[in-house]
């Protein structure tokens, strides 16, 4: 079949987690509703060590390069060289930095920056290149939305988008263009513990903002969501396409909306899907009330075995530092307490190392965190240390307190990504905080029941053998320090 465009989609986010699904809407948008004929691949920097040239060696029109803060070096790096390789590439940057800096990345040598949600955008793009026979002018581009670009020596930046309103005119999106290798990780420390994991976003934007949180400057603080029944024909081809053993649902609150939990529990058991396939979700604490057991004894009829909750810190002061008025460590209680009820597993997230923090109030959240692990109400947990990107309100904060002596692009030049990891706390030494962490982590893996630690190593020995070496040299240094 001939193509009269060939279109690049890449991932330079050097991170094997969950696969970057943005992309795969973005070619299935493209690719249902793109007036022309084009041929589209996506390319990941965790499967290939010659990014660039398989690149170039598939000679696209147009690159589109999504990014994430810590990454954006890499996306940039990809630019250079392609750019260095054929000058009349149209390269494209998409994502979470695109739209929090998109000044910046045309500054630094893309063509164009897509600010937030990006099917439109990028159609628009691609069937203004088609009719324009690849000539973008300021005047061709200005009357595209949701972007910025260079005009001569000054950066424009047109009206925002639109967002989709119904997302079930989105495609499922093409799994197929995505690498397999995501598919064979095993999230042990998530308790998900079988191999063929895939994410589904059934919903879109937050109502709530969080202080380390920039997702409503991607996709606007208004949650739309797909039907049930659009997340149940996705489900069935996951299953039947995927062989999908566990679905983790994206979605930032999957709560908010009890109904349509609801519908979407009563569609997996009538289509036998809850005997095919477990499912994990996301759940803000004090969504959970007492009224709710039915509910949640109902998705445990419908298979879901686990419910994640950035649960953040139990010190009421950060918590409402972090997460806002209308959020108590009481909700903590009752959502952990009401999940074991209902026989669901619960997986906490927490921070330590928030500005403001005291010593205290970092071993107040700690003791807790320790108390229901021990107990095993808290069944996983994960902890980390409070980081501030562009685009997030903490990140405002640690700025207008003089934390940063350099700008986000700079500091990730002259001091690498790690920088991204400082602490923002100027009262709890780096040093405990460190420990914290560490002793943390290992009474997390520590509650790793031992099956589940055994089939992970039985999984990495046939698909990932380098994991195995990496995750003996990392439990030596451990029991060392």
Not at 224 to 241: F, G, T
Not at 305 to 332: C, S, W
Not at 444 to 457: N, S
Request: aromatic fraction near 8%; charged fraction near 25%; hydrophobic fraction near 40%.
């Amino acid at each position: 079949m001939k193509h009269d465009l060939r279109v690049a989609l890449i991932n330079p986010i050097k991170v094997i987690s969950y696969p970057p699904l943005n992309l795969a809407f973005l070619a299935g948008y493209l690719l249902k509703y793109c007036k022309i004929k084009v041929d589209l691949r996506i390319f990941d920097i965790n499967f290939t060590n010659r990014l660039s040239r398989d690149i170039l060696d598939f000679d696209p029109q147009i690159a589109g390069v999504t990014t994430l803060s810590p990454f954006v070096l890499n996306a940039l790096q990809i630019n250079r060289e392609l750019k260095e390789a054929n000058p009349t590439l149209l390269t494209i940057c998409g994502g979470v930095h695109a739209t929090v800096a998109p000044e910046e990345l045309v500054a630094n040598g893309f063509d164009i920056a897509v600010i937030g949600e990006g099917e439109q955008t990028l159609l628009k793009i691609v069937e203004s290149y088609i009719e324009h026979h690849g000539n973008l002018d300021a005047g061709v581009l200005s009357k595209i939305d949701g972007i910025a670009f260079k005009d001569n020596q000054e950066i424009r930046r047109t009206a925002d988008a639109e967002v989709i309103e119904d997302l079930d005119t989105i495609p499922h999106p093409p799994r197929h263009l995505l690498n397999q290798g995501y598919s064979k990780s095993f999230y042990i420390t998530r308790g998900a513990s079988s191999r063929n994991l895939y994410t589904v976003h059934g919903a879109r934007g937050c109502p709530f903002h969080c202080v380390f949180c920039c997702v409503n400057f991607v996709v606007k603080a208004k949650v739309r969501r797909h039907s049930p029944e659009y997340i149940i024909e996705e489900m069935n081809l996951l299953v039947r396409d995927q062989h999908a053993q566990w679905i983790f649902f994206t979605d930032d609150t999957f709560f908010v909306d009890k109904n349509h939990t609801r519908r979407l529990c009563e569609r997996i058991i009538e289509s036998g899907l809850h005997k095919k396939v477990c499912w994990e979700v996301q759940i803000r604490s004090n969504l959970i009330k007492d009224g709710d057991m039915e509910l949640l004894q109902l998705m445990k009829r419908a298979n879901c075995k686990q419910v994640a909750i950035g649960f953040e810190t139990f010190n009421q002061r950060m918590l409402t530092y972090i997460k806002g008025p209308g959020i108590t460590v009481e909700d903590h209680h009752r959502a952990i307490r009401l999940l074991n009820q209902a026989g669901l597993h619960v997986l906490g997230t927490f921070i330590v190392g928030t500005p403001t923090e005291t010593i205290a109030e970092m071993e107040e959240n700690i003791s807790f965190i320790k108390k229901y692990s021990e107990e095993g109400k808290l069944q996983y947990f994960q902890v980390g240390r409070m980081q501030a990107y562009p685009g997030t309100k903490v990140y405002e904060i640690a700025e207008e307190n003089g934390m940063f002596s350099k700008k986000y692009l700079d500091s990730l030049r002259t001091e690498g990504q790690e920088n991204s990891s400082q602490s923002l706390n100027d009262i709890i030494p780096k040093a405990v905080q460190d420990n914290a962490l560490k002793d943390l982590t290992l009474v997390a893996f520590r509650r790793i029941p031992p099956k589940e630690k055994l089939l992970w190593v039985l999984n990495n020995v046939v698909f990932s053998p380098a994991k195995v070496l990496d995750g003996a040299i990392w439990m030596i240094k451990q029991l060392k320090q």
